[in-house]
C-alpha cells in the first residue's frame, strides 16, 4: 500500500469542528485508504451499530453525510492528527461571538470579560 495520496484532502477538512468543511465521498474514501480500514473495519472502530460497512459506503457515495466526530477519528486513525484541537482563547473567542451564547450572556459580567 503507498503512503502516497491518491486524492488530495483539503486543509479546511482537517480543522475542528467550528471552521471544519466536509469532506466529499472521495476524501473519505482517500483517509479509509490511508488508514488501512475496508468500510467494515471502520464500522467496528467507529463503533458504528451496523457493523456492514453500509454506513461507510453511504458517506463515500455522498448519500449520507459523516458526522465530524467520525471523520476525525478516521483522520486520527490515518495519522493525520488530532484534528478536533483548538487553542483555549480561539474557543472563547467563539463562544462569545456565538448568538446563542451572547443571548445567554446578556446583562452577566463574567471573568473572561473582565480580564479582556
Not at 468500510?39 to 472502530?45: E, M, Q
Request: aromatic share 8%.
Amino acid at each position: 500500500m503507498s503512503d502516497r495520496p491518491l486524492v488530495e484532502i483539503r486543509d479546511e477538512c482537517l480543522q475542528p469542528a467550528i471552521y471544519w468543511s466536509r469532506p466529499t465521498g472521495a476524501e473519505v474514501q482517500e483517509v479509509l485508504r490511508i488508514a488501512g480500514f475496508t468500510g467494515r473495519l471502520a464500522a467496528d472502530y467507529l463503533d458504528l451499530s451496523d457493523k456492514s460497512g453500509r454506513q461507510i459506503r453511504k458517506w463515500i457515495s455522498g448519500e449520507t453525510r459523516i458526522p465530524y466526530a467520525a471523520w476525525a477519528l478516521l483522520c486520527f486513525a490515518a495519522d493525520l492528527g488530532n484534528i478536533w484541537v483548538i487553542d483555549t482563547d480561539e474557543m472563547r473567542q467563539f463562544r462569545r461571538d456565538h448568538p446563542a451564547e451572547k443571548k445567554n450572556m446578556r446583562g452577566l459580567d463574567t471573568d473572561d470579560d473582565a480580564e479582556s
